[in-house]
């Protein structure tokens, strides 16, 4: 595959300029504080801030649903009549935080409204923003909506209202309907305008019309400007997202580790991308998260990664920390380093916890607290990862377990290097073809060295970020 050489300039992206190079961290109300409160989690702030998160993105923060239904019901009827018949209910069973009662209020367990206002002005204090996890394809199945709006709701052929396949356990709202938009749209502004919010990680944003997207967007920016953030793969949540998921790079990541491709895989991650959006896109580019922390992978990696060379079972049974095993450090360097990127740590991953988070984590530095911090920090010091040019720079004998490239503008050059094995490793780079300086900045130890272009070792998973003098 012939190396890529891609060109940004000011003005390239068309998310908000305070959005620009700023990390995303996940945060679970229930999972972060003992408390699983606002006010608990308002003192964490300044953890978070001197570990180097921009964007704080919460979990649904909505009152949730208080029933299940019987999923005889739902197969026999494919969905449900409405409102639901009592006899049709499971009570007492846990409800998700997206299966929401109410998208105008707030979880009692979790605060007021108050408290969350004063959530965000803690953080906006900081130099930090806070978004929502925003729900709008479906509802509980006890939604105010169900009563207020039955004909908001999609139905089948049978009159029933219709699952979220394959969750039975939410209700599937009518997006083709204007009036259904125009509520959602409301509410949203309602949340932007009252709270002073920042933006939204919009859930299956793939599921919803992106004439939605589009309006939502239009009406938000009349507001303020906001950071919109696609659970989706789609090319046409592009530009009324800023950002959207990458579930591929982890993927082929692991192919490399595994033996069964070179680095040139993580090569057609890139180019796929370019040739699929829009000039401007930006890629979450992530470990884990609220559903791989507990599955192990994310569903569209395997169903809709371009080539599969793992069986389901892989991606099933292998736990999360061994498919990245000692190579997770070097992935997140390119999750963080590679062009359209915006990392993004999911709360305990500081700590080195990647799956089944604990119900409460219990916070204490280690050596993962300290790889994260200095590695958001040169995401957030460093406008040639969001700025610069990028090209792959192969070695000269084509390592087929070193990933090499660099991010440059003007006369200012970073080269990053990444070692996919478990072996240690010397490359060579043809400094006739790239004009490396002898004299480099560590961009981790924040060192001078000199490097030998000719003869650079590598430990076993090892990565170097260098600032070229």
Sequence with gaps: MQAQVLSFKEGTFTTPKWALGQPIYEADITRVTPEGTFKAFEKQLPRLKELGVGIIWLMPIHQRGSFRIKPEIIDSLGG???????KYRIKGKPTSPYNIHDHYSINPNY???????????????LGMYIILDWVINHTSWDHVLIDEHPEFYKRNEKGYVMYVDPWQDIAQLDHDKPETREYMIN???????????????????????????????????KIKPVFLLAEGF?????????????????????SVKEGKRNVEVLDGVLAREQAMYPEGFLKMRHATNHDTQSSGFGWPGYAKYCDKVFDFEYFDDVPLGKKFGKGLKGFMVLATTLPNSVPMLWNGQEQGILQRT?????????????????????????????????????????????????????????????????????????????????????????????????????DAWDFKIYKLQ
């Design 80 to 86: 449900a009549p409405i409102p639901v018949p009592k």
């Design 111 to 125: 605060g007021t409204k108050k408290d969350l206002k004063s959530l965000v002005d803690k953080a906006h204090s």
């Design 187 to 221: 509410m949203t502004k309602y949340w932007v305008e009252e709270f002073d919010l920042d933006g939204f990680r919009t859930d299956v944003a793939d599921r919803v019309p992106a004439v939605f997207w589009n309006d939502l967007r239009e009406e938000l920016n």
């Design 234 to 254: 789609e090319p046409i949540n592009h530009p009324s997202h800023d950002a959207s998921y990458d579930w591929f790079l982890s993927t082929a990541f692991w």
């Design 358 to 458: 604990p119900g409460t984590i219990q916070w204490e530095n280690n050596e993962w607290t300290s790889f994260y911090t200095k590695l958001l920090q040169i995401y957030r010091e460093q406008p040639l990862l969001i700025h610069g040019d990028y090209q792959r720079v192969n070695t000269v004998k084509h390592d087929p377990k070193v990933f090499s490239f660099i991010r440059s503008k003007e006369n200012e050059t970073i080269l990053v290097v990444v070692n996919i094995s478990e072996e240690n490793r010397t490359v060579a780079f043809d400094e006739e073809k790239i004009n490396f300086s002898e004299e480099v900045i560590n961009l981790f130890t924040e060192e001078v060295e000199k490097l030998d272009y000719s003869e650079l070792k590598l």
